[in-house]
């Protein structure tokens, strides 16, 4: 017997291991569905979620519906990775609409995970920053906290140096959700704007 078989069976098994879970979480759940996603087993990322948008009208998912949803969490006093972030999605989606994009089918949604400072005010100045068409939304922490935990993001208080100046660690994932608020697919910060262009395109045209 070749003495290094044991290490190739293993090896091949790691592989096998690797591409099923790989294939679990880009599982596609297409297919007729009547069910709204929040069903067990069908959407691992998402769901419904209640927020008030930078105008200070309530919002749900089904405001969103038949669009699909560019979703970003951060928050307004980020100094670095935010702002980055929203920068990106912004040159992606105006490339997106240069090459011939529809942004009617797309709502990109900026949802703060500091709501205490991020107020309805705050957002909507800070929106106009990142064109075109940026949606800020805000919510009571308990709003914030359900609408963060359906898209499996995580978020942390800093300590508050006294002045209020304190940072939120979080995680910076881009979100892109179809018209019936299923997980497509997601943006990290190793994505540049054209990777982001050509996959809207792709998925939206
Ligand atoms: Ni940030």
């Known amino acids: 017997m070749n003495p ?33 996603v929040t069903s067990t087993g069908e959407a691992l990322v998402g769901g419904p979620f209640e927020l008030t948008d930078h105008k200070g009208n309530t919002v749900t998912e089904k405001d ?33 609409e240069q090459q011939g994009g529809d942004m009617a ?16 005010d705050v957002m909507a100045d800070y929106v106009q920053a990142f064109p075109p068409k940026l949606t800020g939304l805000t919510g009571t922490v308990e709003q914030i906290a359900k609408a963060a935990k359906a898209y499996r993001v995580y ?28 997980y497509v697919r997601h943006f990290t910060l190793s994505d540049s704007p054209e990777s982001m262009t050509e996959a809207l395109l792709a998925a939206i045209g």
């Open 155 to 182: 978020y942390a208080k800093g300590d508050d140096p006294g002045d209020g100046a304190y940072l939120m660690d979080h995680s910076s994932i881009i979100f892109l959700m179809d018209g019936e608020g299923r």
């Open 4 to 36: 290094r078989l044991p290490l190739y069976l293993l090896t091949a098994a790691l592989i096998l291991l690797g591409g099923l879970i790989v294939l679990y979480f880009y599982m596609d759940t297409s297919g007729p569905r009547e069910k709204p």
């Open 105 to 120: 089918r797309l709502s990109p949604l900026f949802i703060t995970i500091d709501p205490e400072r991020d107020t309805v």
């Open 64 to 96: 969103f519906a038949g669009r699909f949803m560019l979703i970003y969490f951060g928050y307004s006093f980020c100094p670095d990775v935010c702002p980055t972030e929203l920068q990106k999605m912004a040159l992606a989606l105006r490339q997106f």
